[in-house]
C-alpha cells in the first residue's frame, strides 16, 4: 500500500487555542477516508492543514514527499481543496472559473494555453457543464455549482481531493450525484478526503471512517465499527439508532422515546 | 447553433473600439478649445511627424505652436493620468475585492495632500518643487499603512484598508493644520486638490511616463493573478497563488502611479471608479480584459473631461475634479441603482 497522505502528530493553534491535538492520519492512494465529528472537532481544520492553508506543526507527507520541500505551487497540483462556504465570484463565467484550476500549472508570467483549455473541458464534460459553460456563476443553482467548485478543484488535476462537507445545502437527489461522483474520480485514481455530517452518507460511500472529537483522532476503521451507538452518543451526545441494511450499509437514525 | 467554447482573453472588438474612442476623443481633445484648430490640418501636422510620412498640414506657425506646446502635451497628460487612476482603481478593487476601493484607499491623496500643501505654504508652489513633494508624501502615507496594517503575511486585506482610513484621516488633519497655519495659500491648496492639468510643455508628461509605464507592465503581467484573488485569499492559496507577496506587488504598483499622477495633476476623483465598473458592465469582470481596457478608457474618459472643464465656461477653466465628480456622482448612482456593482 503507498500513502497518499502520511500524518503524525498534527498540531494546529488559532489564538493558542489549539483545534488539532496531535493527530495521526494515514491514507492509501485511491481511498476515500470520510472524517466524522461533532462541530468544533476539527474536521475542516485538518482538511486546511492538508492543503497548507493554515500553519501545523507535526509531520506530514503527500504521497511519499514531506510537505515542508513542497512549493506552494508543487502542492496545490497535488492537492485540492474545496471548501464548505466557497467564495464565488458572481459575475464570473463558469469556464472562466473552471479555468482558475489551471493555476497551479501555470508559470508566473504564462498565460493558458490549449492543453489547460482541453482539461477544463474535459472536466465540464464529466461534471456535465458544457452546456453551462458560459453562463455566469450567479445563474446556477445550487448543485450547479457545487458541481462548477468540483469542477474547479479538477482541473488542478490532483492526487488528493479534500472536500469539505461537499453535500450541505443540497437535496438528496443532488447529495446522491454528487457522491457518485466523487465515488467515480475515486475509481479513477484520485484519494478523496470529506468532511461529513451526515454519518449514513459518510458510512455509505467512504472506505473509512475517521471520528474526530476535540482535535484528536478517537475512532478509525469500516463504517460498522466507527458507528456505534457509544461511540455517537459519547462524542456526540446524540442518542441513536444504527441499523445495518440487506447491502451491508449503515443507517443512523436519532433514537426518539415514544411519546 | 453552438457557440465555440472560449474563456476570457482580450478579444480584439472591445480592444478595437476602446483604442477608436481614444484616438477621436483625442483628437477632439487637441481641436477644440479657447482657440479651434481644423481637425484635418491637426490629423495632417500629426502624422507628419511619423518617420517616412510627408504632408503639409496647412496650419499656421501660431496654430501649430499651439497644437505642440499647449493642446499636445495637455491631452496626452490626461491621457496618461486617467489611464493611470482607472487602471490603478481596477486594481484595487481586485485585489481587496472590493467594489468601493478607489487609487486613494490607502492615503495616497491624503499623503499627498500634506505634500502639496506644505510646499504651497512654503512658497514653493511655482518651482518644481510641488510635485516631488506630493509624491513624497504620498509615497510615505502608503508606507504607514502598509506598516500599520499589513505587511505580516497573515493579515487581511480588510486590516489594510482600515490603516488606509486612519493614515488618510490623520494626515488630512495635518493638512488642515498646516492650511490654517498659513490661510493667505488656501486658494492655491483647493485649486490643486481639485485637480488641473494645465501643463507648461511636456514636463509633467516625461514625468509620469516612467511610473506609468512600470505600472503598466507590473498589472499586465498579473492581470492573471488578479482573477485568481477573485476567490478569496485562502482559496488563491490553495491554487498555488502566494497571495501576501501578489497583493504588495499590484498594490505598490498600482501605487506608484497612483502617487506620480497626484503629483503632475492634483486629486481626480471617481475616475478609478467609474470606468472600471463602466467596463465591468460591458466585457465582464475578467481582468485579462479589465487592465488593458481600463488604461485605454481611462485616458479617453479623462481627456473627454478635461475637454468639457476648458470649454463649458472658456474662457475660464472648470477644475476637472469638479468634471470627474459631476458625470461620476450620478453614474455612481444608476450603477448602484442596477445593483450590478461588481469587482
Given at each position: 500500500m503507498t500513502a497518499m497522505v502520511s500524518g503524525a502528530g498534527i498540531r494546529v493553534a488559532y489564538n493558542g487555542h489549539p483545534v488539532l491535538d496531535g493527530v495521526d492520519i494515514e491514507v492509501a492512494v485511491g481511498e476515500w477516508v470520510g472524517l466524522i465529528g461533532?462541530?468544533?472537532?476539527?474536521k475542516s481544520t485538518l482538511l486546511r492543514a492538508l492543503a497548507g492553508t493554515v500553519q501545523s506543526s507535526g509531520s506530514l507527507s503527500l504521497a511519499g514527499r514531506a510537505?515542508?520541500?513542497?512549493?506552494r505551487r508543487e502542492r496545490s497540483r497535488s492537492v485540492a481543496l474545496v471548501p464548505q462556504q466557497p467564495t464565488i465570484?458572481?459575475?464570473?463565467?463558469v469556464i472562466d472559473y473552471v479555468m482558475l484550476g489551471r493555476t497551479p500549472h501555470l508559470g508566473y508570467f504564462a498565460t493558458e494555453g490549449k492543453g489547460d483549455l482541453a482539461v477544463v473541458r474535459r472536466v465540464l464534460d464529466d461534471m456535465g457543464l458544457e452546456k453551462l459553460a458560459?453562463?455566469?456563476?450567479?445563474?446556477?443553482s445550487g448543485g450547479e455549482l457545487q458541481r462548477a467548485v468540483l469542477a474547479r478543484a479538477l482541473a488542478q488535476e490532483p492526487e488528493l481531493l479534500l472536500l469539505d462537507e461537499?453535500?450541505?445545502?443540497?437535496?438528496i437527489g443532488r447529495q446522491q450525484a454528487v457522491m457518485e461522483m466523487v465515488d467515480r474520480l475515486r475509481q479513477r485514481g484520485h484519494t478523496v478526503i470529506s468532511a461529513m455530517h451526515d454519518l449514513t452518507i459518510a458510512g455509505q460511500f467512504s472506505d473509512r471512517l475517521l471520528l474526530l472529537s476535540g482535535g484528536r483522532v478517537v475512532a478509525s476503521g469500516r463504517s460498522r465499527e466507527v458507528l456505534t451507538p457509544e461511540l455517537i452518543l459519547r462524542h456526540y451526545g446524540a442518542k441513536v439508532v444504527v441499523m445495518v441494511d440487506d447491502a451491508g450499509g449503515v443507517i443512523v437514525v436519532p433514537d426518539r422515546a415514544p411519546t | 447553433m453552438t457557440t465555440p467554447l472560449r474563456h476570457s482573453a482580450l478579444h480584439s472588438g472591445p480592444l478595437l473600439t476602446a483604442v477608436a474612442a481614444l484616438g477621436l476623443v483625442a483628437l477632439a481633445g487637441v481641436g477644440f478649445g479657447a482657440v479651434s484648430l481644423p481637425l484635418g490640418g491637426v490629423t495632417r501636422e500629426l502624422l507628419d511627424h511619423i518617420p517616412g510620412i510627408t504632408l503639409?498640414?496647412?496650419?499656421?506657425e501660431r496654430q501649430a505652436a499651439i497644437l505642440w506646446e499647449l493642446r499636445l502635451p495637455r491631452v496626452v497628460l490626461a491621457g496618461f493620468v486617467g489611464g493611470t487612476l482607472a487602471v490603478a482603481g481596477a486594481a484595487y478593487q481586485g485585489v481587496f475585492?472590493?467594489?468601493?476601493?478607489?487609487?486613494?484607499?490607502?492615503?495616497v491623496a491624503g499623503g499627498a495632500g500634506l505634500g502639496a500643501t506644505i510646499a504651497i505654504a512654503a512658497g514653493?508652489?511655482?518651482?518644481?518643487?510641488l510635485p516631488i513633494a506630493a509624491f513624497a508624501g504620498g509615497m510615505v502615507a502608503v508606507v504607514i499603512t502598509y506598516a500599520l496594517?499589513?505587511?505580516?503575511?497573515?493579515?487581511s486585506a480588510n486590516s489594510l484598508i482600515l490603516a488606509g482610513v486612519a493614515v488618510a484621516a490623520f494626515f488630512a488633519a495635518m493638512q488642515t493644520y498646516v492650511q490654517q497655519r498659513s490661510s493667505d495659500t488656501v486658494r492655491e491648496v483647493f485649486t490643486w486638490i481639485l485637480g488641473?492639468?494645465?501643463?507648461?510643455?511636456?514636463g509633467e508628461v516625461m514625468a509620469i511616463v516612467p511610473f506609468f509605464a512600470v505600472m503598466a507592465i507590473v498589472l499586465v503581467v498579473h492581470r492573471r493573478h488578479l482573477d485568481v484573488l477573485a476567490v478569496g485569499e485562502e482559496e488563491a492559496a490553495t491554487l498555488g497563488v502566494h497571495v501576501p507577496r501578489v497583493r504588495i506587488i499590484i498594490v505598490l504598483a498600482a501605487t506608484l502611479g497612483t502617487a506620480a499622477a497626484v503629483s503632475v495633476s492634483g486629486l481626480i476623483g471617481f475616475v478609478g471608479i467609474i470606468v472600471p465598473h463602466m467596463l465591468r458592465l460591458v466585457v465582464g469582470p475578467s481582468y485579462r480584459r479589465l487592465v488593458v481596457l481600463s488604461m485605454l478608457t481611462g485616458g479617453a474618459f479623462l481627456i473627454g473631461a478635461d475637454l468639457l472643464a476648458r470649454t463649458v465656461i472658456a474662457p475660464a477653466e472648470l477644475p476637472i475634479g469638479v468634471v470627474t465628480a459631476f458625470v461620476g456622482a450620478p453614474f455612481f448612482a444608476v450603477v448602484l441603482h442596477m445593483g450590478r456593482m461588481q469587482t
Open positions: 461533532p462541530n468544533g472537532a476539527g510537505t515542508e520541500r513542497l512549493s465570484p458572481a459575475a464570473m463565467t458560459c453562463r455566469t456563476l450567479d445563474a446556477l461537499p453535500t450541505t445545502a443540497l437535496d | 503639409d498640414s496647412g496650419l499656421g475585492r472590493n467594489p468601493l476601493a478607489d487609487p486613494y484607499l490607502l492615503g514653493a508652489s511655482s518651482t518644481g518643487v496594517g499589513g505587511v505580516g503575511a497573515r493579515r488641473r492639468l494645465a501643463t507648461v510643455g511636456w
